[in-house]
């Protein structure tokens, strides 16, 4: 419509407020319900990016359970340097991330980007689909909320509130 009233230079023609306000509580109503998709597939993503572990305790035995903690207990005991030292190497670290950061005396910012780091590096693939799915999710978002205040803004123009429910729209007579 505003395309056609630019060429002819007349001014578009608006339905009426009631058929507006209606046509607008529908459009609300399906922003809702995709907004509620979006939410579930996003839940989806991070579960299954939560799911995502970095040691396979499958085919562990007690000894290498007990080894990992006693290593855990020596990076406990040594100062900073030292630890960030011993970090370099693969057994510390794997012995290290495998548990909670105070279990082995490494900060809490550090063992999350360590942790981050290894995980990409192993699972590069589940990483990278779960992370492109909640990315995509919050994209839709940001569209649909967009989308949300453009209609919100067309039931105040005609002449409603946003939380008002629409009356609806007459029936023309045949």
Do not use: C
């Not at 990016?49 to 855990?72: C, S, V």
């Amino acid at each position: 419509m505003v395309r056609i009233a630019k060429v002819t230079g007349k001014q578009p023609v608006l339905a009426e407020p009631a058929v507006r306000q209606s046509v607008a509580r529908n459009q609300q109503r399906e922003l809702a319900q995709i907004q509620h998709r979006i939410n579930a597939v996003a839940e989806q993503a991070a579960a299954a990016r939560a799911k995502l572990k970095l040691i396979d305790h499958k085919n562990d035995t007690l000894i290498a359970a007990m080894g990992r903690q006693e290593l855990r207990a020596m990076l406990r005991t040594m100062k900073p340097e030292e630890r960030t030292a011993a970090m370099r190497k693969v057994t510390f670290r794997m012995a290290a991330l495998e548990a909670e950061p105070e279990l082995s005396g490494v900060p809490e910012l550090l063992h999350s980007r360590l942790y981050e780091e290894e995980l990409a590096a192993k699972l590069s693939a589940e990483v990278e689909g779960a992370d492109e799915a909640l990315n995509a999710a919050e994209i839709v978002r940001e569209t649909l909320n967009t989308t949300r205040l453009a209609v919100e803004a067309e039931l105040i123009a005609s002449g409603t509130t946003v939380s008002e429910l629409a009356e609806p729209a007459p029936t023309k007579e045949w």
